[in-house]
């Protein structure tokens, strides 16, 4: 396990709008308000065409081949994620969501692309005084957080 401690910054409500891609809005909106780290959650609608990373192909296999899923219909979702910066110091949106519609449910990660159905909303807690990144990890092929 590796750890570091950060503090409380500045609370955030998003509201995004029909159309918005998850990830890069929250990405966005930390470069425009010089927000470095952040933990999240997010409740609303993904969009038909949502595209998820659902797993990889194989669970110990290198490289890892991830798995897309792109959904067919509206989804309810509900979902968690952090912001921390890159190696190029832009902060990246690491966000997995489960999205359900009548009695089937998928759960992934956003990065590929998940598109606002009409509403999502954002808390956006900012971390501060860390200096965590995610850092390019050559076994995995990951950017991974290095507390």
């Known amino acids: 396990m590796k750890y570091a401690e950060a ?10 709008e ?16 010089s927000i470095a780290a952040a933990a999240l959650i997010v409740l609303g609608g993904a969009d038909e065409g949502s595209r998820l990373v659902v797993g990889p192909e194989s669970a110990r296999g290198y490289p890892v081949h991830p798995m897309e899923h792109v959904l067919t219909n509206v989804h309810e979702v509900a979902g968690v994620g952090t912001v921390f910066p890159g190696a190029d110091g832009a902060p990246v949106l690491h966000m997995h969501i489960a999205g359900g519609r009548n009695d089937g449910t998928v759960t992934g990660c956003v990065r590929l692309g998940v598109k606002v159905w009409h509403v999502m909303e954002v808390i956006l807690w900012e ?19 290095q507390p």
């Open 127 to 145: 971390l501060t005084d860390t200096s965590a990144r995610r850092l390019p990890d050559e076994a995995t092929g990951f950017a991974l957080l």
């Open 7 to 16: 503090k409380p910054g500045r609370v955030f409500v998003i509201r995004l």
């Open 18 to 33: 029909d159309g918005d891609i998850l990830h890069e809005t929250i990405e966005a909106f930390a470069r425009a308000h």
